[in-house]
């Protein structure tokens, strides 16, 4: 079984639309993210979750709204897409938040959106 | 700032030889770091953590050292296989932060 999973895999779409990634983990972990992948290949923080509460929440246009429904599910809407949102987007999940015990990272396989 | 800068960006090897991966970062208080190994089209995995006291760590053909004093780590890897191909990525984790520290990562490429 997949511990982090999310869908869609990929994702084509005008600019203009609104589009949702999904993400669950049943790794009964705490704390779940979302990451920015940019074509150099970095990864950046969007936001994280920990039990469904909002921790972290980076400087994202507000076109983004990210929605944990429970603590395995961590969904990302994003509003009027524009070109500069194409990227791939990781979900993550980790047992602990930040510095607290190990905090291994768990990730998804990634959502390539591509905003045309 | 809270940083971290890996070297090279970018590296070409052939199968079977050996190569090191490089580490540098300004986060403090340190509180550990992982080196995690992205395939093309997949999510990274975590391939070792370092914690303060440690200087050495093995996971199969890859090494891990940490250098706490000068604020360094490497991953060397040995005999080199073409599935090393892959993104490194080194991550630093702060006391008491909540957010982990990205490293701009190292493109390798084994070659036949």
Redesign the interface.
Known sequence: DTA?SQTPKYLVTQMGNDKSIKCEQNLGHDTMYWYKQDS??????MF?YNNKEL??NETVPNRFSPKSPDKAHLNLHINSLELGDSAVY?C?SSQD???RG????F????SRLTVL | KNQVEQSPQSLIILEGKNCTLQCNYTVSPFSNLRWYKQDTGRGPVSLTIMTFSENTKSNGRYTATLDADTKQSSLHITASQLSDSASYICVVSGMGFQKLVFGTGTRLLVSP
């Not at chain 1, 150099?40 to 923080?45: R, W």
Request: proline share 0%; glycine share 18%.
């Open positions: 982090v150099k290949k970095f990864l950046k923080i994280s921790i972290i990781f993550a938040l930040g510095d190990s905090g291994e990272l990730f998804g396989e990634g």
